[in-house]
C-alpha cells in the first residue's frame, strides 16, 4: 500500500499501532489503520461413479496444469455458492453438493481453501474461459505429476482413498511451504 | 475506497471491469483493479468437563455480552494458530484443539467464521483486555439470552447436543439475516 484508501496521502507507513501487537499499513495524515487479511479460496472436488472432474488451465500461474475447480470467494456469496459459482464458471458443471471436505491453511501466501465434495448432476460440461479442457479422470488415469497445487494434489488423494473405504470425512491441514510433489 | 492505493488518485469508480462480472473499486488514473473478500474470523469452543469457556466482552459491538474467544484470522497465521492467538488474547488461555468444529459462512457482512473445539490445559485463564469477564459454565448455568452473536449461540448448542451423543461433527451453515434468538 503506497497511498491512503480514505485521504490519497502517501504519508503511509507500515508500524505497529498504539494498542495492537504486529505492524499495520498507517496512514500519519489521516489515522486511518489499513487491515490486510487473510483470502478465501472455494472450490469443489466434482466426481460421478469412480471418476472425479479436473480442468486444464489457460491462465497463469501454472497454465497447462490440472487443477480442481476453485477461485476467491466473492463478498455477499456463502462459500459453498462461491464454490458452485467457480465450477460454472471454470468448467460449466452442474453439482450438488455433499458437504465440506477439505481445509487448508497456506500461511505463506495468506489463503484458506475450503474445499467441498459433490456430485455432477450431469455431463454437459465444458471449459469456461479459464479452462483449456474439463475431463473425467478415473484414479489410475489422473495426471498426478501434471496437478497445479499441492492442496488440489492433497485433495484428490484424500478422496481416493475414503473413496476405498466407503467413508468421507473433512481433512483439515497446513501447507506450510511449496512442497515438492 | 476512496483514494487509489496504488497510486493516491481520486478517480477510482465502482464499476465492471472488462472480462469480469460484478463491479470492483477501479482506478481509472492508473488501471489497478482493486479487489475486496471476505474476511476470516477464527475461535475456539473451550471446555473443560462438562463445562464451556465464556467471555464477557469489554468492547463494542455487543459490548457485556458473552462469546467465544475469536477474531479476525492474521497474515501469515494459519487458522488454528489464529484461534489459539485470540483465546490468549482474549482469556489468557491454554489449549489442546481437538479439531475445527464449526465452518459459518454470514454473507451480508462478508465473514466465514471457522471455529475449532479444544480442552483447557488448565484453569489459569484471565480477563484480556477486550474482556470484562471469563468463566466456566455448565449448560443450564449459560447465559443463553446474552450470548453476543447467533453464531457462537449455534456453535454452543451444537456442542452440547453432541456432548450428549458423545460424538461431536463438523457442523456448516448460513446465517443470512440477522437472527432473533
Ligand atoms: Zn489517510
Ligand atoms: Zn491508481
Known amino acids: 500500500m503506497k497511498f491512503c484508501s480514505q ?3 502517501n504519508a503511509v507507513t507500515f508500524s505497529i499501532p498504539k494498542g495492537d501487537d504486529r505492524p499495520r499499513h498507517l496512514c500519519s495524515n ?3 489503520i489499513h487491515y490486510i487479511n487473510p483470502r478465501v479460496i472455494v472450490g469443489v472436488l ?3 461413479n469412480d471418476r ?3 480442468c ?3 491462465i497463469e500461474p501454472r ?10 470467494m466473492e463478498n455477499g456469496e456463502s462459500s459453498e455458492e462461491g464454490a458452485l459459482r467457480e465450477s460454472w464458471e471454470e468448467a460449466r458443471a452442474s453439482i450438488r453438493v455433499d458437504g465440506l471436505y477439505s ?3 497456506i500461511p505463506y501466501i495468506n489463503q484458506v481453501y475450503l474445499m467441498y465434495r459433490g456430485e455432477l448432476t450431469d455431463t454437459n460440461f465444458a471449459p469456461g474461459p479459464e479452462s483449456l479442457e474439463v475431463e473425467l479422470f478415473r484414479e489410475e488415469d489422473v495426471p498426478w505429476p501434471e496437478i497445479a497445487f499441492p492442496i488440489m494434489h492433497k485433495t484428490l488423494k484424500h478422496y481416493f482413498e475414503d473413496s ?3 467413508r468421507y470425512q473433512l481433512h483439515r491441514g497446513v501447507i506450510s511451504r511449496k512442497l515438492k510433489l
Chains 1, 2 share one sequence.
Open 7 to 9: 485521504c490519497g496521502s
Open 30 to 32: 489521516c489515522g486511518a
Open 46 to 48: 466434482p466426481y460421478l
Open 52 to 54: 472425479v472432474m479436473l
Open 56 to 58: 486444464k488451465r489457460a
Open 63 to 72: 497454465q497447462g496444469l490440472w487443477t480442481l475447480p476453485a477461485g476467491f
Open 103 to 105: 481445509v487448508y491453511d
Open 164 to 166: 476405498k473405504q466407503g
